[in-house]
C-alpha cells in the first residue's frame, strides 16, 4: 500500500506564503510524476503543478505561474509546493497524488495513488 500525507496548510493574508509537503511511504512504487491538485467548494478538482520524479521537470497551471513552486527531494520521498503572493481565489483543499503513468500529468485520471488533502484558506 502507498500513502501520500500532505502537511503544511492553513490560513494566510492574501499576499502571505506557504509550503505544501506530501511525503510518500509505504510500499516501493515507480512514479514518473508526482503532482498537486487544488478543489474550492462547489468547483472541479483542478491541477496546480506536478514535476517528472527523476529528472525534475516541472509543469504549472496558468494561474499559478510565478507564484508557485514544485519541488522534490528524493531521499526524503518528498514532494513539495512552495505557494507565494497567495490569493483569495487560491483558496481550497489541495491534494498530492503520484503517477505511475507516461505523459498527462496535468490531467488528474492519470494519478494513481491520492493524499487526503489539506486545506489551504487565503483570506482577503
Known amino acids: 500500500q502507498v500513502q501520500l500525507v500532505e502537511s503544511g496548510g492553513g490560513l494566510v493574508q492574501a499576499g502571505g506564503s506557504l509550503r505544501l509537503s506530501c511525503a510518500a511511504s509505504?510500499?516501493?512504487?515507480?512514479?514518473?510524476?508526482m503532482g498537486w491538485f487544488r478543489q474550492a467548494p462547489g468547483k472541479e478538482r483542478e491541477f496546480v503543478a506536478a514535476?517528472?520524479?527523476?529528472?525534475?521537470?516541472?509543469y504549472y497551471a496558468d494561474s499559478v505561474k510565478g507564484r508557485f513552486s514544485i519541488s522534490r527531494d528524493i531521499a526524503k520521498n518528498t514532494v513539495y509546493l512552495q505557494m507565494n503572493s497567495l490569493k483569495a481565489e487560491d483558496t481550497a483543499v489541495y491534494y498530492c497524488?503520484?503517477?505511475?503513468?507516461?505523459?498527462?500529468?496535468?490531467?488528474?485520471?492519470?494519478?494513481?495513488?491520492w493524499g487526503q488533502g489539506t486545506q489551504v484558506t487565503v483570506s482577503s
Open positions: 497524488a503520484a503517477s505511475t503513468r507516461y505523459g498527462g500529468w496535468m490531467s488528474a485520471g492519470r494519478y494513481d495513488y
Open positions: 509505504g510500499r516501493t512504487f515507480s512514479r514518473y510524476a
Open positions: 514535476i517528472i520524479w527523476s529528472g525534475g521537470n516541472t
